[in-house]
């Protein structure tokens, strides 16, 4: 059996969990997600942002298959950093 602290974010019942994913197609890399919510967003060596948990880099595959779950306490942020995209390339799904 293995303890709850042990299973992987992604992995936990988090139905009521704020989730978010990008649509890298549409992001222009300006990396104000990043700037707003890094706990949430990191921007890559090939030019475009992308979804974590914890360490965790949600690129492969990104888009709706990188479906991250937002940490407590940085819902705010991450529904700022969705209004603030130049791309419109983030989705959030709660």
């Known amino acids: 059996m293995v303890a709850e ?16 994913w990008i649509d890298q197609d549409l992001c222009t890399g300006d990396g104000l997600c990043e700037e ?23 690129n492969d595959p990104g888009g709706h ?8 306490g940085m819902e705010d942020a991450t529904r700022e950093s969705a209004d603030e ?3 419109e390339c983030i989705f959030i799904e709660e």
């Not at 602290?5 to 978010?20: G, T």
């Open 65 to 72: 298959a990188g479906l991250a779950v937002v940490p407590d």
């Open 5 to 20: 602290h042990d299973v992987p974010e992604h992995e936990k019942d988090n139905d009521s969990a704020m989730k978010v």
């Open 85 to 87: 995209c130049p791309g």
């Open 36 to 58: 707003i919510a890094p706990a949430v967003f990191t921007l890559l060596d090939d030019g475009l942002s992308y979804v974590k948990e914890g360490d965790k880099i949600f």
